[in-house]
């Protein structure tokens, strides 16, 4: 690096002669050689000093006391927007003449060749440097600092998270260097830890001055789904998302906004104050407290459904205060359902207040006493012996559940769903949601509940079954059921009867089969027990008997004929023997 100095002229030296042209004995060499002694002697690729003497927006001429100014670009010095002329800088001779014959210097290259020295000194000295943002990169800027590119975190631009990176392009900050990768020749730099000294002493100060019940302003500094961050100066503290307001919040943008001056109330904090609890919605007065104060039990109220569940629903009647409605307040049906079958949240509902507890705050409403009780005045509506259409709801062994209206159930014995058939399960006899038409048979109005039958509705077959199938009277059936007790046979006159094994002896021997089309006699006809017994086999047994009587009989008449006849001839003493011959033959029959 070379200086500026004095020049001597030449001894001697006839400047009017040179004035004038006309210099003898001396050659061009010779002058050109004393012109160039007035100049600073220079070298290509060196560093040296020159002054700046004009700047403006695209160029910087800097004279470095050689025989012409060298223009350096204006951006090589962004990291030094307070340049002016006079200033001293360190410059590279890259070419002393070009093709135009122009000096050409770089002011980066000369801060390039001793950056990596001054970098190590600033980082081992916590020297505060100057440096030029000159762009964004995944994560941070890209900062221009003597010349080096260095990198700055987003974390370490400033305590306060930063959204926006865009802002800080062009900008020149100072920084202190945080770390060098010296196999890699990188550079990392923070503006963050400028500062955190100053606001570290800052904390300090506001911890040891926390008070619970302290109100204290803030500025919000992030929001999360669970809460608020908020910055009260170096300290951050969270209002959780419950502690915004006495209402339900969802969403914490509901209640805040990012950079937001707000008044919060210290609630709590640890032993060593490092998280503090903070309350937004503490600094108003409970709802609850504010409530109508003539609100009583009774009275019909309006609101939104805030949450539901499959227990029920909480409607938010005014900002903070909220009201119960159980599901089995929402119908006078007693089947079990879900809420969400009622409402859905964001519904607006009319509810009657059913409890009251101001110093509990809890409410609990219903929506079915805006109906009349459908059970008030049952027996005006499903007198005994009425007729009804019921919806089938569902089925127990012992018969079906119907519903004739929204909280009016009834119950369909088995028993009572036909004169005739055997209905083993009631699921045979019909299915859910079907409809059934039914005769009120008994109110039972403590217990909301109606006997119904669906037999009655007819007549009863077995009055006529009395007189049809009266005993040893023979009818046609099919074997619609086979079991080891027996069959079930299906009469084509109606009805069904049993036959035991030992009664479907067919006159072969063969036992009757399933689906067979038989002749059956009537052994047995009980009708309170709904019950006819039949018998095939007495169909054909009982006629042979008689086939074999008959012959017997006939017998016997063909012996007293002979008698008779005899006895038109014989004497009084013959009449005697054949009359106690008769005798003797009809104690034999």
């Keep these: 690096m070379s200086n500026f100095k004095n020049v001597e002229p030449l001894d001697n030296f006839n400047w009017e002669e040179f004035e004038n042209g006309t210099i003898a004995n001396v050659s061009h060499e010779e002058l050109q050689k004393a012109y160039d002694e007035t ?20 160029e910087v001429i800097v004279n470095i006391g050689y025989k012409s100014d ?55 000295n916590e020297e505060i440097v100057q440096g030029y943002i000159k762009c964004r990169t995944k994560g941070g800027m890209i900062v221009d600092v003597f010349g080096i590119e260095a990198f700055l975190p987003g974390s370490q631009i400033d305590v306060h998270p930063i959204r926006d990176y865009d802002v800080f392009v062009g900008k020149t900050m100072e920084f202190k260097i945080v770390k060098i990768n ?20 800052q904390k300090k100060d506001i911890i040891s001055k926390l008070e619970k019940g302290q109100i204290l302003e803030g500025t919000v500094k992030n929001i999360t789904s669970y809460g608020v961050f908020v910055d009260l100066g170096g300290v951050d503290g969270l209002v959780h998302i419950t502690d915004l307001s006495w209402g339900r919040v969802s969403d914490p943008h509901e209640v805040v906004a990012l950079d937001q001056k707000i008044n919060v109330v210290i609630l709590d904090f640890d032993d ?52 119960l409605i159980h599901v089995s307040e929402m119908s006078w049906s007693q089947h079990l359902r879900s809420a969400q079958e009622f409402m859905h949240v964001g519904d607006e509902v009319e509810a009657v207040i059913l409890t009251l507890d101001r110093d509990e705050r809890k409410m609990s409403l219903g929506i079915k006493q805006l109906k009349a009780d459908p059970w008030e005045n049952i027996e005006e509506r499903y007198p005994v012996g009425s007729k009804h259409v019921a919806k089938v709801r569902n089925f127990t062994n012992f018969g079906i559940f119907v519903e004739l209206e929204e909280g009016v159930d009834g119950l369909i014995h088995i028993s009572d769903l036909s004169w005739t058939k055997k209905v083993k399960h009631p699921s045979e006899f019909t299915q859910q949601g079907a409809e059934i038409e039914v005769l009120v048979l008994e109110i039972d109005k403590e217990n909301r509940r109606l006997s119904l039958g669906h037999k009655q509705l007819e007549d ?130």
């Design 272 to 323: 060593e104050k490092k998280r503090i609890a903070l309350g937004l919605k503490q600094l108003t007065p409970h709802p609850w407290d504010a409530l109508d104060a003539d609100l009583k039990v009774g009275d019909h109220v309006k609101g939104k459904v805030v949450v539901i569940a499959d227990y029920g629903a909480f409607v938010e009647i005014a900002p903070g205060v909220e009201g």
């Design 70 to 124: 060298g223009v350096i670009a204006a951006s090589e010095f962004r990291y030094n927007p307070d340049l002016k002329v006079g200033d001293i800088v360190e410059v590279y001779v890259e070419n002393q003449e070009d093709k135009k014959g122009q000096l050409v210097l770089s002011h980066k290259k000369a801060r390039l060749s001793k950056s990596w020295d001054r970098v190590n000194a600033a980082l081992d």
């Design 460 to 589: 009863n077959p077995w009055d006529t079954y009395e007189t049809l199938y009266t005993p040893g009277s023979v009818h046609t059936g099919k074997i619609t059921d086979m079991m080891d007790k027996g069959a079930v046979i299906s009469l084509n006159e109606g009805g069904e009867g049993f036959a035991t094994p030992k009664h479907l002896v067919k006159e072969d021997g063969t036992q009757a089969q399933m689906g067979e089309e038989l002749e059956f006699k009537v052994i047995e006809f009980v009708k309170d027990t709904k019950r006819i017994i039949l018998s095939h086999s007495r169909t054909f047994e009982e006629a042979k008997e008689e086939k074999k009587a008959a012959p017997r009989k006939h017998a016997a008449k063909k012996e007293e004929a002979p008698v008779n006849n005899v006895a038109a001839g014989t004497t009084l003493g013959d009449i005697d023997a054949l009359a106690e011959l008769k005798a003797k033959l009809e104690k034999g029959e």
């Design 182 to 201: 010296q196999e890699f020749r990188n550079v990392v730099v923070s503006h963050k830890a400028l500062i955190e000294a100053e606001l570290e002493a």
């Design 39 to 58: 100049l600073n002697k220079v070298a290509d690729h060196q560093v040296v000093d020159g002054k700046v003497i004009s700047v403006d927006k695209k």
